[in-house]
């Protein structure tokens, strides 16, 4: 799938138009498509269609004609007075057709017998806060309860972002033209859009050009993970550190390194704290464990840090995180193993909250992978959990800029940037939203580090490969996403890495 930002979106569609194929081409298109996709998933008997003043409204009165045409009992809201360009053209033949136009008074009426709601109020063209007056039908439509059918974005979602900074409704299916819309993908849009279609219109490809985000499918890494070929031996495969757990904190530990084990890793090594060491090693057969230092808490002391940087000598990449706790003694371990190596890192969790206020991260010159949640981000940005969620494609990117390294902003649509390039992660689940799951993320991520795949394509695949494996957990037990647990995924990861090979 094409993501496209709303800029993106009328430069193809600007050159299509320099090509010789006419705007009113592509809106006829466009509106077509869509109404078939009003038929075809809602069979309604009666649409009511709420068009704006532009080209979205356009395409909204293009799908009246079509849904009228099949037989719909229709009615449409014209928001704005005066219509121009394509559009008006296509206002004036449900005049014609003398399909109903209702004013705005109507509007509750309307949604009172409609079975379908086709949003066309808003589209690419919008960007900021809805008006009160635009604001006033979106919260009708949303506290309606009729399905809704949303034309290219959801009306008050940013399309080029994903932000939604006032009213924003709330669609079941968002049908997109040409190319699927970012803001229809990344939180708190993607929430908005439900399930996000894509229809041609028309465009063809020598209108495009590179989109600014790439969606990470399958498609988009097959092959590019490392094989091991012979003649081979366990550190050729890759050998990883996984510096993790405390007392309190042991599961977290194996979670990472067991993740590590399954993505491919010829030899992972664990350093955690001494007094966890034991619980830990019986569950790691195949690891070695080593019981470092303990300071106060129960977690690894920062004396630790020379032992854990000795015991990484044959190590390809490290993980630091999982469980260490983010106390004082947490952030003085993390920046003398930060200070000693030069190795790939990824910093996960506790790892990344005991960054925050200092200048580790951006003093770091070797390649590092952080991947904090929305609360994680929050503390090192110093801006807080709200302020990420709502702006998740900007925060992660400040972050990447800010601190030099490859950002992954986790969620049901993860984000991973770096430098220029950014990236939406397309697979996962609610299932996901368990404890653990991060944890076995970044064993994942650091098992493909240190198989000496580069931060970037390490961080998408990891991403990529742990929410396949939640969606295979779900195909093959058929039971309900809420009963996932961490340890589930490792069957699964295995499976979901060999469709990229
Ligand atoms: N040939 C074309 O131009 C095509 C256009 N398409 C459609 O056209 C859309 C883009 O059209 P436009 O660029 O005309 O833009 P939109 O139709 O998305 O938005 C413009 C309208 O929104 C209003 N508006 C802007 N900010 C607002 C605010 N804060 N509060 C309330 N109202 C506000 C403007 O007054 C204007 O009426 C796409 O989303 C897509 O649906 C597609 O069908 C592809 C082809
Ligand atoms: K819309």
Same mark, same amino acid.
């Given at each position: 799938?094409?993501?496209?930002?709303?800029?993106?979106?009328s430069?193809?569609?600007?050159?299509?138009?320099?090509?010789?194929?006419?705007?009113g081409?592509?809106m006829?298109?466009?509106g077509?498509?869509?109404?078939?996709?009003?038929?075809e998933?809602?069979?309604?008997?009666?649409a009511?269609?709420?068009?704006?003043?532009?080209?979205?409204?356009?395409?909204?009165?293009?799908i009246?004609?079509?849904?009228?045409?099949?037989?719909?009992?229709?009615?449409?809201l014209?928001?704005?007075?005066?219509?121009?360009?394509?559009?008006?053209?296509?206002?004036?033949?449900?005049?014609?057709?003398?399909?109903?136009?209702v004013?705005?008074?109507?509007?509750?009426?309307?949604?009172?017998?409609?079975?379908?709601?086709v949003?066309?109020?808003?589209?690419?063209?919008?960007?900021?806060?809805?008006?009160?007056?635009?604001?006033?039908?979106?919260?009708?439509?949303n506290?309606?309860?009729?399905?809704?059918?949303?034309?290219?974005?959801p009306?008050?979602?940013?399309g080029?972002?994903?932000?939604?900074?006032?009213?924003?409704?709330f669609?079941?299916?968002?049908?997109?033209?040409?190319?699927?819309?970012?803001?229809?993908?990344?939180?708190?849009?993607?929430?908005?859009?439900?399930e996000?279609?894509?229809?041609e219109?028309?465009?063809?490809?020598?209108?495009?050009?590179?989109?600014?985000?790439l969606?990470?499918d399958?498609?988009?890494?097959?092959?590019?993970i490392?094989?091991?070929?012979?003649?081979?031996?366990?550190?050729?495969?890759?050998a990883?550190m996984?510096?993790?757990?405390?007392?309190?904190?042991?599961?977290?530990?194996?979670m990472?390194?067991?993740?590590?084990?399954?993505?491919?890793?010829?030899?992972?090594?664990?350093?955690?704290?001494?007094?966890?060491?034991?619980?830990?090693?019986? =569950?790691?057969?195949?690891? *070695?464990?080593? @019981?470092?230092?303990e !300071? &106060?808490? +129960?977690?690894?002391?920062?004396? %630790?840090?020379?032992?854990?940087l000795g015991?990484?000598?044959? =190590?390809?990449?490290?993980? *630091?995180?999982? @469980?260490?706790?983010? !106390? &004082?003694? +947490?952030?003085?371990?993390?920046? %003398?193993?930060?200070?000693?190596?030069?190795?790939?890192?990824?910093?996960?969790?506790?790892?990344?909250?005991?960054?925050?206020?200092?200048?580790?991260?951006?003093?770091?010159?070797?390649?590092?992978?952080?991947?904090?949640?929305?609360?994680?981000?929050?503390?090192?940005?110093?801006?807080?959990?709200?302020?990420?969620?709502?702006?998740?494609?900007?925060?992660?990117?400040?972050?990447?800029?800010?601190?030099?390294?490859?950002?992954?902003?986790?969620?049901?649509?993860t984000?991973?940037?770096e430098g220029?390039?950014?990236s939406?992660?397309?697979?996962?689940?609610?299932?996901?939203?368990?404890?653990?799951?991060?944890?076995?993320?970044?064993?994942?991520?650091?098992a493909?580090?240190?198989r000496?795949?580069q931060?970037y394509?390490?961080?998408?695949a990891?991403?990529?490969?742990h929410?396949?494996?939640?969606?295979?957990?779900?195909?093959?037990?058929?039971?309900?996403?809420?009963?996932m647990?961490?340890?589930?995924?490792?069957?699964?990861?295995?499976?979901?890495?060999?469709?990229?090979?």
């Open positions: 799938m094409k993501l496209y930002t709303a800029e993106e979106m430069r193809a569609d600007g050159r299509a138009q320099d090509l010789g194929i006419p705007g081409v592509l006829e298109r466009a077509a498509a869509m109404a078939q996709v009003a038929l998933r809602f069979s309604p008997n009666r009511l269609i709420v068009c704006g003043g532009g080209n979205n409204g356009g395409d909204g009165f293009v009246a004609r079509e849904l009228h045409r099949a037989g719909v009992e229709v009615a449409v014209a928001t704005k007075d005066e219509y121009g360009g394509d559009p008006a053209i296509n206002l004036e033949a449900l005049r014609n057709l003398e399909v109903r136009l004013r705005v008074e109507e509007v509750e009426a309307e949604l009172d017998r409609a079975d379908l709601v949003d066309a109020l808003l589209g690419t063209g919008f960007s900021g806060e809805v008006r009160e007056k635009e604001a006033g039908i979106i919260e009708k439509i506290g309606a309860g009729v399905s809704v059918l949303a034309v290219d974005v009306s008050g979602v940013d080029g972002t994903g932000e939604v900074a006032g009213a924003a409704v669609a079941d299916v968002t049908v997109c033209a040409h190319a699927a819309k970012v803001g229809c993908v990344i939180s708190p849009g993607a929430e908005h859009a439900g996000t279609l894509v229809v219109i028309g465009i063809p490809p020598e209108a495009d050009s590179e989109p600014s985000l969606w990470t399958g498609a988009s890494l097959r092959g590019s490392p094989r091991t070929s012979a003649p081979a031996h366990k550190y050729s495969a890759g990883l996984v510096v993790a757990g405390s007392r309190a904190m042991t599961g977290a530990a194996v990472s390194v067991r993740g590590a084990e399954r993505a491919g890793c010829g030899i992972t090594f664990l350093a955690t704290s001494a007094g966890a060491a034991p619980a830990v090693d019986i =569950a790691l057969t195949e690891t *070695i464990v080593y @019981g470092v230092e !300071g &106060e808490f +129960g977690g690894m002391s920062p004396g %630790a840090a020379d032992e854990i015991r990484s000598e044959r =190590a390809t990449a490290l993980v *630091i995180g999982p @469980g260490i706790g983010t !106390g &004082e003694e +947490g952030r003085r371990l993390v920046e %003398a193993i930060l200070a000693g190596t030069d190795l790939p890192v990824l910093l996960d969790a506790d790892a990344v909250t005991s960054l925050a206020g200092t200048d580790a991260l951006a003093r770091r010159e070797g390649p590092t992978v952080i991947t904090p949640h929305a609360g994680e981000l929050g503390r090192l940005l110093g801006s807080g959990a709200k302020e990420v969620s709502a702006r998740r494609l900007h925060s992660s990117r400040q972050a990447a800029h800010d601190y030099g390294c490859c950002v992954l902003l986790k969620g049901s649509d984000i991973v940037v220029g390039k950014t939406v992660n397309s697979t996962g689940s609610v299932a996901l939203a368990t404890a653990g799951t991060g944890d076995v993320l970044s064993g994942v991520i650091g493909l580090l240190s000496g795949m931060p394509e390490a961080a998408r990891g991403a990529w490969i929410g396949r494996a939640a969606e295979l957990w779900l195909r093959e037990t058929g039971w309900p996403a809420e009963s647990v961490a340890t589930d995924l490792f069957d699964h990861v295995p499976r979901a890495m060999g469709e990229l090979l």
